[in-house]
């Protein structure tokens, strides 16, 4: 109604500064592949000093639990007068 037609406007990255060093913009080309692995190396990180100094963190949590069931186990396994059903199917 108002003969306005659409537009757009963008940005061209020619360059990236950083501490007086100068970069090209491919720098910023990272995979979404790599940027999850160096995410997921970090939680492992953190999980395994988690673990290391006995300070339970949300990442070391899921491995405190199942390393406490593998105990439970192995405790039930080596009890033969004491015995409950996880401990039935792995027999």
């Known amino acids: 109604m108002l003969n306005i037609s659409p537009f757009t406007y963008g940005m061209n990255i ?3 500064y950083d501490q007086g060093t100068v970069f090209s913009p ?3 080309d990272v995979e979404d592949d790599a940027l999850i692995a160096s995410f997921m190396t970090g939680i492992k990180n953190i999980a395994s ?3 290391a100094t ?4 949300v990442a070391s949590v899921p491995h ?3 390393n406490g069931y593998k105990r ?3 405790l039930g396994l080596s009890l033969e007068e004491y015995s409950f ?3 039935d199917k792995v027999r």
């Open 85 to 87: 059903e996880a401990v």
């Open 14 to 16: 020619k360059a990236i």
């Open 54 to 57: 006995n300070f339970p963190t």
């Open 72 to 74: 439970v186990l192995g």
């Open 26 to 28: 491919e720098v910023l």
């Open 64 to 66: 405190s639990l199942v």
């Open 49 to 51: 000093i988690s673990l």
